[in-house]
């Protein structure tokens, strides 16, 4: 995991603070932070962070 990614992971954990995360929740900080959302979903998957109630198959 590269700097980037360590960064991303700590604003993840900011809005995810118990492991996990709403698909919708997943994109708004995608948008935030000017990044794909396929980013986030690959950051949560390798720090084991499930993303529920996917909206759109997105993760």
């Known amino acids: 995991m590269d700097n980037m990614d360590k960064e991303l992971?700590?604003?993840?954990?900011?809005?995810?603070?118990?492991g996990a995360i709403s698909c919708q929740a997943a994109r708004e900080l995608a948008e935030k932070?000017?990044?794909?959302?396929s980013q986030v979903g690959k950051v949560c998957?390798?720090?084991?962070?499930?993303i529920y109630a996917c909206e759109?198959?997105?993760f």
């Not at 932070?33 to 959302?37: S, V």
């Not at 998957?45 to 499930?50: E, G, L, S």
């Open 45 to 50: 998957t390798q720090a084991n962070i499930k």
């Open 9 to 18: 992971l700590d604003k993840i954990k900011e809005v995810a603070p118990d």
């Open 33 to 37: 932070l000017g990044i794909q959302a």
């Open 56 to 58: 759109l198959g997105c």
